[in-house]
């Protein structure tokens, strides 16, 4: 028998150290969902990758080039359905704040070998005409305020151009991912249009590949087609490195450090600090209630009860900074997406981060409340009694 | 109704062991109202303790209404305390974050009586003791003896045979104090509550209608059976 009324009142009497735990333990967690779905957000693409997609890039970085001549060798790959080429363009729009993402690829392979992406404004017909469109997703149409029809001035500085100016790209459609392989926020526009640019000296860059993505047919091995691409240009002249997407995805995560292990590391670190914190209150709480445990156990109350009434009383503390961090997270998840919306694409408070949430919410409400309510489940009536109030 | 045989009881302090109650023999019958006294160190609060289940002997046996609490667990020490004793504190005790009503229906919670019925009877067990009005103050809002009757009410509401008092008055005003021995005097005379009263106050005492002496060494002195006093204010 837990008598709830006592447990409420109980945390209650100070509200003001009631008010200040739960504020802590609702930002920490407020923090753990938004670190956690920093690391969903971050290992999107390798959870979503596609399992008929393989990624060739050179063997000795992501940034060293492919010759172009590549491509139609590996077109000629058993098994292989389509090919599509990416470049990293590497721009800004008006001011080098303003980055995304932009890469020149092949229009027409580029929606064979990427079902998932969905125009919802504008049309690939249009992109597919102009040698100067583009598609840009559309979290970057959104937050740059571009239109189906507008210009979109691009900086380059990997491909920069010889008269200073930007490379005018023309909105020929807004896209959305259906999958998190893509994000929202990419512009991408025709490796034609950079390829005659280079080649008639407007342009200053690199004139290779930066890497070939091969899309398989129904039912082919991709470790077959990786080992045979592997073997292909073993001699150079620039040796590759086939892996699946989800490889590449987890490689490219990888690039920018262990991010997940280090933002779990934070998150661990913030729990912990919240731990002790909530651990203090409900021992200071606990002691302050010795006397009312002896009543408790005189009037009858088993030790198993007082256990209950002071564990519920961590469980209780802990749930409400738990319950409101969590809601704090989800309203404010749509403002986030667009803060986080270029360096974490795709970030979203998911199911998953929820009850991870929870379950470290009721972890904490566990740990801080046992070790008060074992002393109180331990101590005799007699000595409880002549505790001082 | 109360018999105790050989009961011993010592506690080490500093290494010594010091005994409090020495192979003791006491029968106390039902429905009558025993004050306790002696000087300190006699053993009145312990033997109490050990009567009320709050603590155990080291030797003998104390029965009490039949049953043998000595040879009781935790948890059966604990329901039987919840059904046949209500303790009286010197320092009421009272629950400081619950109100009156809510105090006294406490114990109530470890019965199988509805809400309601809870809510009714502390109500008439607080109109009992004259605090109908005060149903709603916590204990800080009420005078020490207000806290004490509000004490009495919930040692009371279950219905319990038996009522131990640890200094009831020990920190109250006289007038107070005698508010409260007649509130314990009315228990036992209308309502039949064995009454066991712990007092160095002589004129507690004297509301008793047995006084047991207890003596240095905690062995038995006299017991004065006496017909009670009323109150003098």
């Known amino acids: 028998m837990v008598p709830l009324r006592l447990v409420t009142k109980n945390l209650a009497k100070h509200k003001l150290r009631f008010a200040l735990t739960v504020c802590s333990l609702a930002i920490a967690i407020f923090l753990l969902c938004v670190l956690r779905s920093l ?351 | 109704m109360i018999r105790l045989r050989g009961v011993t009881k010592a506690y080490t302090r500093g290494g010594e062991e010091l005994v409090v109650l020495d192979r003791l023999d006491l029968d106390m019958e039902e429905g009558g109202f025993f004050a306790l006294m002696g000087p300190s160190g006699s053993g009145k609060t312990t033997l109490l303790n050990l009567i009320g289940g709050l603590d155990h002997c080291d030797a003998g046996q104390i029965v009490v209404d039949g049953e043998d609490i000595a040879r009781m667990n935790g948890p059966e020490l604990a329901a039987w305390r919840a059904e046949k004793v209500g303790f009286v504190f010197q320092g009421f005790n009272l629950i400081p974050v619950l109100t009156a009503q809510e105090n006294v229906e406490l114990p109530l919670l470890l019965t199988n009586l509805s809400r309601r019925e809870r809510h009714e009877h502390a109500r008439l067990a607080l109109e009992l003791v004259g605090l109908d009005d005060r149903r709603g103050h916590r204990p800080s809002q009420l005078s020490g003896g207000q806290e004490q009757r509000v004490a009495i009410a919930r040692a009371f509401v279950t219905d319990p045979k038996m009522i131990l008092a640890d200094e009831p008055t020990g920190d109250l005003d006289r007038k107070s104090a005698d508010d409260v021995l007649s509130l314990l005097v009315r228990l036992n005379r209308e309502f039949g509550k064995t009454i066991l009263m712990v007092t160095h106050d002589a004129q507690a005492a004297e509301r008793a209608r047995a006084i047991v002496h207890m003596e240095k060494g905690g062995t038995l002195g006299r017991i004065e059976r006496r017909e009670p006093q009323p109150a003098k204010v």
């Open chain 1, 39 to 389: 690391v969903v957000a971050l290992n999107a693409g390798v959870a979503a990758a596609s399992a008929n997609r393989v990624i060739v890039q050179s063997k000795v970085s992501l940034f060293v080039y492919l010759p172009q001549s590549y491509g139609p060798k590996l077109d000629m790959v058993q098994g292989v359905e389509s090919i599509v080429r990416w470049n990293w363009f590497g721009g800004y729009y008006q001011d080098p704040s303003n980055f995304f993402a932009q890469f020149a690829t092949d229009g027409k392979e580029l929606f064979e070998v990427y079902p998932e992406l969905e125009i919802v404004d504008g049309s690939a017909e249009d992109f597919l005409r102009d040698r100067k469109a583009c598609l840009v997703g559309e979290e970057t149409a959104l937050k740059y305020g571009k239109k189906v029809g507008d210009t979109f001035p691009i900086i380059g500085t990997i491909f920069a151009r010889l008269d200073g100016q930007p490379w005018d790209f023309q909105i020929a459609g807004i896209y959305r991912p259906k999958k998190a392989t893509l994000d929202s926020t990419t512009l991408f526009f025709h490796y034609e249009f950079l390829e005659k640019s280079l080649e008639s000296g407007a342009t200053t860059g690199p004139g290779g590949v930066g890497i070939f993505v091969l899309k398989l047919a129904p039912g082919v091995d991709p470790v077959a087609v990786m080992s045979e691409v592997d073997a292909m240009f073993e001699n150079g002249p620039q040796v590759v490195q086939a892996t699946t997407e989800a490889e590449f995805q987890a490689q490219f995560v990888s690039m920018v450090g262990n991010v997940p292990m280090f933002v779990s590391s934070i998150g661990g670190g913030v729990m912990l600090a919240i731990l002790l914190a909530a651990l203090n209150t409900m021992l200071m709480s606990a002691r302050e209630q010795t006397r009312d445990v002896g009543v408790l156990k005189a009037l009858g109350f088993t030790d198993g009860s007082v256990f209950g009434i002071l564990l519920a009383q961590g469980l209780v503390l802990c749930g409400t900074g738990g319950v409101l961090g969590i809601l704090l997270a989800k309203i404010s998840e749509p403002g986030m997406t667009r803060m986080l919306s270029s360096m974490f694409p795709g970030y979203q408070v998911t199911g998953g981060t929820v009850m991870e949430a929870a379950g470290a919410t009721l972890a904490i409400g566990l740990l801080s409340g046992i070790a008060p309510a074992l002393r109180a489940r331990g101590l005799s009536v007699i000595n409880a009694l002549r505790a001082v109030r």
